[in-house]
């Protein structure tokens, strides 16, 4: 879980070496003795995600020439300083390393040496911890840089953070990994799980594999003298028939809160030829199912590029920097796009307008961009339309319509009951079993008085549902008439709460609640009306991610205090006795 804390810890250059093997436990210092070892006067080696240069200058040190090439501006500052009165110091560059490797332009530093360094090879190429911070494909990238930089007879040595073997082992991981997330607040991206089967995937031959502990894997090996083709080149998955249909459905009515992402790759529709289109898609499940079965409705024979977005669709994922130009880029390199089409051109959706710069993919990868339509289902009239420039405006046009809205409720409430609900739904209703087999077999009175208490709560739990559905309509019904002043998704539940609590108030007159109820139930419907409203900003392109970012501390905020109130206001009608 350290990968989780190198951000924080990469703020400080000058204590990172320290901090970092703290949080591994000494394990890292370890590892990097194990390289050491390895290294022999006159070897050429490359350090990627050198960091603050230790154990780049510890290897210069030992006579081999060294080039270390990190990412973070300061902690190459700072190697440079820190070996400057070396005899013979590292070459320290700063840059992208997932640049490495390409044949133009690879990498944003001002150094002579930086723009020839893909040309030049070396006997050993290490890497410790960084393969945790990239996205799965951009992992596979990596390693194929890796061997890209190898001489013929060279070795690697790569240590990462991995998922363990054993079943109790993975049980503490992911426990483990839930408890940093929440402490660090970040998402950590998808383990590694298989270290070598990713060298061995990309052409290189693990000689051996240690493991420190239960989740960090030391591997190190060769190039294989054969050519390996890559594993993201033409995959194919099933679109149509029952099983695909069942997906859509559960996708449709969950809001995709299973979060399970497709594989990233080359997809072929139909027939393509070496002068078919290339269409860019992110890996959101529904996405992909979307995009193959209008292509395979309107019989276009094409090339769909998916693209690895961390299972998010296009529009979330290109707003929040999960699908951008790199992954384009990645991704021809990756499946060897360059080999397979005649063709330079590629077909972007225009909602990942947001997060792409056509002008470096081009310049990185020779395709140029083009937008497509809006939607799909418009692409055949497109290319019958011969590609115009500009669109016509209802391709162009994003719409949330009625309909649209209604989708969005029935996906979002299942999501919400997924993310809140379900645990204490099930406990209750485990509890609830044992107390009724309780009071068949005839056990003490105890199962007695747990079974109204538990039913209580269970209601409790069916009317707050019942509550959450008909906010989620009301709210589907009135959204374009709530007040917007800035694009403010806030403003909106501020809007909707002024319409649904005297509806609430209303009928709980009606059915003669308790006026302590009555309190409780206003405020939890306050609390919910605008954390549903802010939720509902995810869900359409009205939403500007400026003014979310600004505005979701409200929320929070709403939230604790509403929690807050209704827990103090339902402690002081115990001791008050109303």
């Known amino acids: 879980m350290a990968v989780a804390y190198m951000e924080r810890l990469e703020r400080f250059p000058e204590t990172y070496d320290e901090a970092f093997d703290e949080v591994l436990e000494g394990r890292g210092n370890q590892i990097r003795e194990r390289i050491l070892d390895m290294i022999r006067p006159g070897m050429r080696v490359l350090d990627l995600g050198c960091g603050p240069g230790l154990l780049a200058m510890e290897a210069a040190k030992k006579g081999a020439t060294v080039f270390g090439?990190?990412?973070?501006?300061?902690?190459?500052?700072?190697?440079?300083?820190?070996?400057?009165?070396?005899?013979?110091?590292?070459?320290?560059?700063?840059?992208?390393?997932?640049?490495?490797?390409?044949?133009?332009?690879?990498?944003?530093?001002n150094t002579v040496d930086a723009s020839d360094l893909h040309q030049q090879k070396f006997d050993l190429v290490v890497s410790t911890f960084l393969l945790s911070e990239l996205k799965p494909a951009h992992r596979s990238v990596f390693m194929h840089i890796v061997k890209t930089m190898l001489r013929d007879d060279g070795f690697f040595a790569v240590a990462s953070e991995t998922l363990p073997a054993s079943r109790s082992d993975r049980k503490e991981f992911w426990r483990n990994r839930k408890e940093v997330e929440v402490e660090s607040g970040k998402r950590l991206l998808p383990p590694v799980t298989d270290l070598e089967s990713l060298a061995t995937s990309v052409g290189l031959v693990v000689d051996s594999s240690d493991k420190f502990g239960s989740e960090i894997t030391f591997i190190v090996g060769r190039k294989?003298?054969?050519?390996?083709?890559?594993?993201?080149?033409?995959?194919?998955?099933?679109?149509?028939?029952?099983?695909?249909?069942?997906?859509?459905?559960?996708?449709?009515?969950?809001?995709?809160w299973r979060g399970i992402p497709i594989e990233p790759g080359l997809y072929k529709i139909g027939e393509p030829t070496p002068e078919s289109p290339v269409i860019v898609t992110a890996n959101y499940e529904l996405t992909y199912y979307t995009v193959m079965r209008a292509l395979d409705k309107d019989q276009i024979d094409a090339w769909v590029m998916v693209c690895d977005t961390n299972g998010i669709n296009v529009w979330c994922a290109a707003r929040g920097v999960h699908f951008d130009s790199e992954d384009v880029i990645h991704m021809i390199r990756l499946t060897g796009l360059s080999e397979i089409v005649s063709h330079r051109?590629?077909?972007?959706?225009?909602?990942?307008?947001?997060?792409?710069?056509?002008?470096?993919?081009?310049?990185?990868?020779?395709?140029?961009?083009?937008?497509?339509?809006?939607?799909?289902?418009?692409?055949?009239?497109?290319?019958?339309?011969?590609?115009?420039?500009?669109?016509?405006?209802?391709?162009?046009?994003?719409?949330?319509?009625?309909?649209?809205?209604?989708?969005?409720?029935?996906?979002?409430?299942?999501?919400?009951?997924?993310?809140?609900?379900?645990?204490?739904?099930?406990?209750?209703?485990?509890?609830?079993?044992?107390?009724?087999?309780?009071?068949?077999?005839?056990?003490?009175?105890?199962?007695?008085?747990?079974?109204?208490?538990?039913?209580?709560?269970?209601?409790?739990?069916?009317?707050?549902?019942?509550?959450?559905?008909?906010?989620?309509?009301?709210?589907?019904?009135?959204?374009p008439v709530l007040p917007s002043k800035g694009n403010s998704f806030?403003?909106?539940?501020?809007?909707?709460?002024?319409?649904?609590?005297p509806l609430a108030a209303a009928i709980m007159l009606l059915i003669g609640v308790h006026w302590t109820e009555f309190v409780v139930w206003e405020a939890a419907q306050f609390v919910m009306v605008t954390s549903l409203t802010m939720d509902w900003s995810g869900m359409t392109t009205v939403s500007d991610p400026k003014v979310i970012r600004r505005e979701y501390p409200y929320m929070i905020l709403t939230l604790k205090i509403g929690a807050a109130f209704i827990i103090g206001f339902n402690i002081l009608v115990a001791l008050m006795g109303w």
Do not use: C
């Open 69 to 109: 090439v990190d990412a973070n501006p300061r902690m190459i500052g700072l190697a440079k300083i820190r070996s400057a009165s070396m005899e013979k110091p590292p070459n320290f560059l700063q840059g992208d390393i997932l640049t490495l490797g390409e044949e133009i332009d690879r990498i944003d530093i």
């Open 224 to 256: 294989n003298d054969s050519e390996v083709s890559s594993v993201f080149r033409t995959r194919s998955r099933a679109y149509l028939g029952a099983r695909a249909r069942a997906r859509i459905w559960i996708d449709h009515t969950t809001g995709g």
């Open 345 to 479: 051109e590629l077909i972007l959706p225009q909602l990942a307008a947001a997060g792409m710069d056509p002008t470096m993919i081009h310049r990185r990868s020779g395709f140029r961009v083009r937008y497509g339509p809006v939607r799909i289902q418009d692409l055949s009239r497109w290319f019958e339309l011969e590609k115009p420039r500009p669109k016509p405006r209802d391709m162009a046009t994003i719409t949330f319509n009625f309909r649209e809205r209604m989708e969005q409720t029935v996906a979002h409430i299942p999501f919400l009951f997924a993310v809140l609900l379900w645990k204490p739904m099930f406990a209750i209703l485990g509890i609830l079993t044992l107390v009724n087999v309780g009071l068949f077999v005839g056990l003490p009175s105890a199962f007695a008085t747990l079974y109204p208490t538990t039913m209580a709560i269970l209601l409790l739990i069916g009317e707050f549902l019942l509550a959450l559905f008909g906010n989620a309509i009301v709210l589907g019904v009135v959204f």
């Open 490 to 501: 806030w403003r909106r539940g501020i809007g909707l709460a002024a319409i649904t609590m």
